[in-house]
């Protein structure tokens, strides 16, 4: 079994302030994708990451692949509240696209 | 385009009930997905079908059944309900191939008593 450690499990932090979510495995994977899902609702994908070393921007959110492809992080600059979600990874090995998921970061972004 | 969609949203039965969930995607994929979703757990893999007429076990299948009903629809059976099968419920589908991202519904928040 694959497994997707996430840190840190839960983070409450103001608005204006900068923060790192991390996403780490012993395994290697093709890709990784980063999801953000809100209560009530499923998750929905925020970027996908193929390349080792990969760094994609999306507004405030800069994501990155690690050079070895176990690992990934996403930086939040100057967060608002309405980034608060739970933040989840997701690997994928597999040509059946069958995912393995962290256990997710739970952001809180107080006004 | 609905997406995903699941039905129903909610859903409460008493141990050793039986029920479908159903769900079904208009984005013409042929992958679709059973999650489940427990506090402090993430998502976890119940069943998949990677394509049309084919089913597989993910991480947790016992106590589940699943059908792939068409291209569309996936549906997940629980024939005896138990307790610790109280949980929320994701479908998902995805395009076939590597690097497809997963396109969820909106869950089904199920509690057994």
């Known amino acids: 079994t694959q497994l997707l450690e996430q840190s840190p499990q839960f983070l409450s932090i103001q608005e204006g302030e900068n923060l790192t979510v991390y996403c780490n495995s012993s395994?290697?994977?093709?890709?990784l994708q980063w999801y953000r899902q809100e209560p009530g609702e499923g998750p929905v994908l925020l970027v996908t990451?193929?390349?080792?070393?990969e760094v994609k921007k999306l507004k405030r959110l800069t994501f990155q692949f690690g050079d070895a492809r176990k690992d990934s992080s996403l930086h939040i600059t100057a967060a608002q509240t309405g980034d608060t979600g739970l933040y989840l990874c997701a690997g994928d090995n597999t040509n059946a696209g069958k995912s393995t998921f962290g256990d997710g970061t739970t952001l809180t972004v107080k006004p | 385009n609905a997406g995903v969609t699941q039905t129903p949203k909610f859903q409460v039965l008493k141990t050793g009930q039986s029920m479908t969930l159903q769900c079904a995607q208009d984005m013409n994929h042929n992958s679709m997905y059973w999650y489940r979703q427990d506090p402090g757990m993430g998502l976890r893999l119940i069943y998949y079908s990677a394509s049309e007429g084919t089913t597989d076990k993910g991480e947790v299948p016992n106590g589940y059944n699943v059908s792939r009903l068409n291209k569309r629809e996936f549906s997940l059976r629980l024939e005896s309900a138990a307790p610790s099968q109280t949980s929320v419920y994701f479908c998902?589908?995805?395009?076939?191939?590597?690097?497809?991202?997963?396109?969820f519904g909106n869950g089904t928040r199920l509690t057994v008593t």
């Open positions: 395994s290697v994977f093709s890709s």
């Open positions: 998902a589908s995805s395009a076939l191939g590597n690097n497809s991202p997963l396109h």
């Open positions: 990451v193929v390349t080792g070393g």
